[in-house]
């Protein structure tokens, strides 16, 4: 099995080199002016008996603000490095004599140096000029080393501070709704499931694996319970699919999600906002950067309060779909010496919502539709509904520079969360089921790298990282069995008058066996309890080889190690036994086979490797093809009866091809086609000795898309942004070991055909330091299955969500007021949906969130 995987990925790489080989013999000369500047060419040679030439320098903007991510490169020489965090950069390998430094970064003007170098140390700095009209920089750290978007040879998007503020995204999921080929369906942040090009993943659920990476401030935050509700005093958020097991780890399926906040910074500053609208939203925001002691020591703090009432109605209780928290965060920066560089950071957060509207479409065993926007729920078992959250977490850490694109980067970081959730199993405002969940997670880990550019050719990261994490995840649940018994009897659970009619006991009837005549509980209780802990040990390398002036060769490889322990136990003792159990498999209980189970230990070694070439066009435009493969993390489930189950681990292969293009300063296009090859899934195949279909984790399925993303700097103040996507994932004819799939031909759940965004965001000086803004945005996407079986009712149609946000800006001081609504065609879509009860009969839905009105003021000091 791993021979033919390395055959077939051989196969890719041979055709790659090919493509190297080929390209490499194709390289025009730099222009300069539009005219090829032959005198300034420099042959490039290494002996021994040269001297020694290094440059030193720094890239900065108009403002005198450090670019980070800017390209530097020597025209005509196989030499290029980005700038650091600070705008710093360092060459070597040049020669003496006159020597041309290129320096682009997207959104400024390309600058070009003629310097003459003298053996040693030399000082070459930039000061990049920007048009009138021009783009936003769009700095990324994805690939670990900073650069900037278009040097990025993957599918990536990133959102600043500037686009979040003028759009109102407040959550994680505001910004990958603007990402294509990412669907975001999660009913709250900690319950937070994302699909991206069209495989799904849970970060709710320990017994299910994540399909994309979350880090903030390079920390993992896989975990439901530990990811943030709000985003705060956030510097950008960087989105990159595909290719970034390599970098992340094997949580990296599909991609990774960066959420990078602001660092402390020389100088006082700061900002502070407040918020309302309806549903009784109030909200408060702000942070503090406080300079400890000159340009050694600064500090920065910053926190958000937020409070919003339910928009579902709950009978006899507060009303569901609310929210309500407070977070902060704390960082010190300190440069004990000028090569060394210490971040310490604290994240803190509290949560506690009015609970979440889980609604039935229908009633079981009638005609009766329930439309679940105008729908009241009813959870009256073990108090109010809600969800309580809080979670906490520190890291150190340390960079210490060799030089400016050489150093060594050390991690240390520790966070801890719980969680305690009731909720309604039904969905109708009876009390049938009813759920209590209760989570601990604690993360440990620890991550050292070294960050290299050899000879300014070989730029990349090689490094180690060891995470462990303890994982206990409790679910309870109370069956009011008069309603089940009902059902059970295939009797509707509602009279003729309309009213919700029990069961107090099954009728005398000898065909129904022991049970006949048995009284039925209003309350038996089940508890299920899963323990998890996981240790993993990584090993990766990831570099750009600069093959010629304007071709790269990229690759990278990791290995993960693994250990995956869990255990387990279900327990029926506390209140009422269950009667309808007895008829049952699990007897005495209902659900759940009562007993520990047994301790699993799965070990595992997980390889992602990926292979890649990069032609620069000119500056501002370039070529990528890029192949990847990458295992998906694995998991240990247990089955009702308390049996095992150890799928194998998911398969990704994947070609890739892009173009980017930023013109004039003002037009950026990301253009990207890829086909993926997925196997080793659960899927229903046929068993010919039985003749019936089982569950088998050999399914494969294969897709293709493409994506596009689009900005443009139309005039001064008017800015255009958009993004398109198509997806193709179908589940081929026959598995992986060549049987016959039960759901051939079907697409994958979550996965929307067709999606796309369009905004604009305007502004107008009415006055020296008065300007006008207003920025609308629409997103859409054509529809998609709830589940791979493509079930008939098991659809959400398409819809779009348009949101406006406008208002007044001051610039002394810097103070402004805005306005904004969200969905505010008060659009009907489904945020969400559950089905751990379908076995009862009931599949219930979260409603979208409808309109929502509020105005802010913000100030920046």
Same mark, same amino acid.
């Given at each position: ?394 890291s150190l850490q340390l960079r210490h520079y060799k030089n400016e694109n050489n150093y060594l980067s050390v991690k240390s970081a520790w966070s801890k969360g719980k969680l305690k959730s009731l909720r309604d199993g039904d969905g109708l405002p009876v009390s049938i089921i009813h759920v209590a ?18 000879? #300014?050719?070989?730029? %990349? !990261? *090689? =490094? &180690?990282?060891?995470?462990?994490? @303890?994982?206990?995840?409790? $679910? +309870? ?77 990229? #690759?990278?490889?990791? %290995? !993960? *190690? =693994? &250990?995956?322990?869990?255990?387990? @136990?279900?327990?029926?003792? $506390? +209140? ?77 292969? #994947?070609?890739?091809? %892009? ?203």
């Open positions: 099995m791993v021979l033919s995987e390395i055959e077939e990925s051989m196969r890719v790489v041979v055709i790659l080199l090919v493509a190297i080989m080929f390209a490499g013999t194709i390289d025009a000369q730099p222009k300069r002016g539009g005219k090829v500047k032959r005198k300034y060419r420099q042959v490039e040679t290494f002996n021994e008996d040269l001297p020694q030439v290094y440059v030193h320098g720094r890239v900065l903007n108009q403002a005198r603000i450090p670019l980070q991510g800017a390209t530097v490169t020597v025209p005509g020489m196989r030499i290029g490095v980005h700038t650091n965090s600070e705008g710093r950069y360092f060459l070597q390998g040049l020669p003496t004599g006159k020597v041309s430094i290129m320096v682009s970064y997207t959104g400024y003007k390309t600058k070009i140096i003629d310097y003459y170098l003298q053996e040693g140390n030399n000082d070459v700095y930039f000061t990049l000029d920007q048009d009138r009209v021009a783009l936003e920089p769009a700095p990324v750290s994805v690939q670990v080393l900073e650069q900037h978007l278009l040097d990025i040879p993957a599918s990536a998007s990133t959102f600043s501070e500037t686009f979040a503020e003028r759009n109102d995204l407040r959550q994680t999921s505001d910004y990958v709704q603007l990402v294509p080929g990412i669907l975001a369906f999660g009913a709250e942040p900690v319950r937070a499931a994302y699909s991206i090009r069209g495989v799904s993943g849970d970060v709710f659920n320990p017994e299910n694996s994540p399909a994309i990476a979350f880090r903030m401030n390079g920390i993992p935050i896989n975990r439901g319970v530990l990811m943030p509700s709000r985003l705060f005093d956030m510097e950008r958020i960087e989105v990159m699919k595909g290719s970034a097991g390599t970098l992340y780890g094997a949580d990296a399926f599909m991609g990774v999600v960066n959420l990078v906040s602001r660092k402390p910074v020389p100088g006082l500053s700061g900002y502070a906002s407040a918020a309302s609208g309806n549903f009784g939203w109030k909200e408060a925001e702000g942070a503090l950067n406080i300079p400890v002691y000159k340009n050694f020591v600064m500090a920065r703090t910053s926190g958000v309060y937020y409070h919003q009432d339910g928009y579902v109605e709950n009978v006899g209780g507060k009303s569901l779909n609310g929210a309500k928290m407070v977070a902060g965060r704390a960082l010190l920066r300190v440069i004990p010496f000028y090569r060394t560089r210490i971040d310490l950071e604290f994240n803190y957060q509290n949560d506690s919502h009015s609970g979440i509207a889980w609604i039935s479409k229908g009633i079981p065993d009638t005609n009766v539709k329930n439309d679940i926007f105008n729908t009241p729920v009813a959870v009256d078992w073990g108090g109010q509904p809600g969800t309580q959250r809080e979670s906490m977490g520190g969940e209760d989570q601990h997670v604690t993360q440990l880990m620890q991550e050292i790298s070294y960050h290299f550019s050899r000879r #300014s050719r070989t730029n %990349g !990261t *090689a =490094g &180690i990282r060891y995470l462990n994490e @303890d994982h206990q995840y409790t $679910v +309870g649940k109370k069956f009011n069995e008069q309603f089940l018994g009902q059902m059970f009897l295939g009797q509707p659970i509602v009279n003729l008058e309309g009213s919700y009619s029990p069961l107090p006991a099954f009728p005398v009837d000898s065909t129904l066996g022991q049970l006949s005549g048995l009284s039925l509980p209003t309350g038996h209780d089940e508890l299920y309890k899963y323990i998890s802990t996981l240790q993993s040990l990584e090993f990766y390398a990831d570099a750009t080889f600069r093959i010629r002036p304007r071709l790269l060769f990229n #690759s990278g490889i990791r %290995g !993960t *190690a =693994g &250990i995956l322990s869990v255990s387990g @136990d279900a327990d029926v003792s $506390v +209140g009422d036994p269950s009667v309808i159990g007895k008829m049952g498999p699990y007897t005495p209980g209902l659900e759940y086979k009562p007993g520990p189970r047994a301790a699993v230990t799965r070990r595992f070694i997980l390889p992602s490797w990926r292979v890649g070439l990069k032609h620069d066009f000119n500056s501002i435009s370039n070529f990528y093809l890029s192949y990847l493969f990458n295992k998906r993390m694995p998991v240990v489930s247990f089955k009702p009866a308390g049996i095992p189950h150890e799928p194998l681990s998911q398969k990704l292969q #994947s070609l890739e091809a %892009g173009f980017k293009v930023s013109a004039l300063h003002r037009f950026w296009v990301d253009a990207v086609f890829f086909y993926q090859i997925h196997s080793q899934f659960e899927t229903s195949v046929m068993d010919s000795t039985i003749n019936a279909y089982i569950i088998k984790d050999s399914g494969k399925a294969s897709g293709y898309g493409t994506e596009l993303q689009f900005r443009a700097a139309i005039l001064k103040g008017l800015d255009f942004h958009g993004s398109y996507s198509y997806l193709n994932i179908i589940i081929g004819k026959k598995d992986h070991d060549g049987n016959a799939q039960e759901l051939q031909g079907n697409r994958f759940g979550f996965a929307p055909e067709h999606t796309f965004n369009t905004g604009l965001s305007g502004r107008v000086n009415l006055a020296h330091d008065l300007m006008v803004f207003v920025n609308p945005y629409y997103s859409w996407n054509s529809g998609f299955w709830y589940d791979n079986m493509n079930t008939t009712g098991m659809k959400q149609d398409s819809y779009g969500i348009a949101n406006i946000v406008a208002g007044v800006e001051l610039t002394k001081p810097s103070v402004s007021v805005s306005a904004s609504a969200s969905n505010i065609l008060n659009k009907r879509y489904v945020k969400s949906l559950d089905r751990s009860n379908e076995p009862f009969g009931f599949i219930t839905y979260v409603p979208g969130s409808p309109r929502i009105l509020g105005v802010k003021i913000n100030w920046k000091f």
